[in-house]
């Protein structure tokens, strides 16, 4: 899957220098309007769902909670514009 992201929250703090805790990721992706149900169809397939209902969740809402491998929170933000 080749997709346009990129890290935002507390990772993204912490790359530019200010230290700050975090449990978990937060990371904005392109998605075109009425194309959020294909990406998170995609993104479902590779990471476990935080909640049920996750998929209804992400095309009302544009944000996709997920969770890593190693159990770590990921919240996917599903932007609309290139300077999102």
Same mark, same amino acid.
């Given at each position: 899957?080749?997709? *346009? ?6 990772? @993204? ?8 805790? *975090?449990?978990? @990721? +937060?990371? @904005? ?5 009425? +194309?959020?149900?294909?990406? @998170? #169809? !995609?993104?479902? !397939? /590779?990471?476990? &769902? /935080?909640? &049920?209902? $996750? =998929? #209804?969740? $992400?095309?009302?809402? /544009?944000?996709?909670?997920? !969770?890593? &491998?190693?159990?770590? &929170?990921? +919240?996917? *933000?599903?932007? $609309? =514009?290139?300077? #999102?």
């Amino acid at each position: 899957m080749n997709l *346009t992201y990129c890290v935002i929250g507390g990772l @993204a703090v912490i790359r530019w220098g200010e230290v700050r805790f *975090t449990q978990d @990721a +937060d990371i @904005a992706v392109l998605v075109s309007f009425g +194309d959020e149900s294909v990406f @998170a #169809e !995609k993104l479902l !397939k /590779r990471f476990e &769902s /935080r909640i &049920s209902g $996750a =998929l #209804e969740f $992400a095309v009302s809402n /544009r944000v996709l909670l997920i !969770k890593s &491998s190693s159990r770590v &929170s990921i +919240d996917v *933000t599903f932007a $609309a =514009l290139p300077f #999102e």
